[in-house]
């Protein structure tokens, strides 16, 4: 079987590089990292050599290249059939699928006003604006109904960690870096994600890289 390589950006910012490797590390699939520190020197050009979209993740598999994180997330459950990577039940897996599809096309307004930030400790109260609180409404109550539907089985949206959770662990840090109040369901489904060893992983690298980047050019 060929090895995966996963290109990845910075770990304190690049909110669309920790959703795949989050989902291969807790779902313990094996995978070389290819690091591309962006903005810096020639980035564009390394990443071009790899990345029909210049961006970052992409999964190299043998000859084959799969970019923009769902299609990744989507690979990774076809191949991994054992991994649980989406929920097996029907209902549970529509469900979890519309949600990551929804996460992957929307909630612009959140991320452009809160951009992820993992070293930051001192924005709590910042990252407000006009749409906002639309945004957070939005993914709280979805949230809320998965855990309310489909939670039962373990702290995750659908029970155990699925690809639904590695789309939004992103969401996850960045309203609890702007310390956005959260209701009792979605701060305990929060407390999940924030504690998972893989993320807490991912997070420890973030936290020993000294580049800093404006916020503004990523997402
Ligand atoms: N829709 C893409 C978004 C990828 C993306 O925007 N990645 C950012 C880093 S988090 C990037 O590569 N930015 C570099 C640029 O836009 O030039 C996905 O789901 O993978």
């Keep these: ?50 990345s029909p979209t210049v961006k970052v993740p992409v999964l190299l598999h043998g000859d084959v290249a799969v970019w923009e994180s769902l299609a990744i997330l989507d690979y990774l459950a076809d191949r991994h059939p054992d991994k649980g990577l989406w929920p097996a039940d029907d209902a549970a897996r529509a469900m979890a699928r519309s949600a990551a599809a929804e996460m992957h096309a929307g909630f612009t307004t959140l991320r452009n006003l809160m951009p992820m930030n993992l070293r930051r400790d001192d924005l709590k109260g910042r990252g407000r604006g006009p749409g906002l609180d639309k945004d957070v409404d939005r993914v709280t109550a979805l949230w809320r109904e998965c855990r309310e539907r ?33 209701d009792p369901v979605c701060a305990e489904y929060s ?21 800093i980047i404006d916020e503004d050019e990523i997402d």
């Design 1 to 50: 079987m060929d090895a995966y390589t996963l290109v990845i950006g910075n770990k304190n910012y690049s909110s669309w590089s920790l959703r795949p490797w989050l989902a291969m590390t807790q779902a313990g699939i094996p995978f070389t990292e290819h690091f591309v520190r962006l903005f810096h020197g020639d980035w564009r050009a390394e990443l071009a050599k790899v």
């Design 150 to 182: 489909f939670g039962a089985g373990g702290p995750f949206l659908f029970g155990a960690f699925t690809n639904a959770d590695a789309m939004f662990a992103p969401v996850v840090t960045r309203l609890d870096t702007y310390g956005v109040d959260l």
């Design 191 to 211: 407390q999940a994600v924030l504690t998972m060893p893989a993320f807490k992983q991912w997070k420890a690298a973030a936290l020993e890289e000294p580049w």
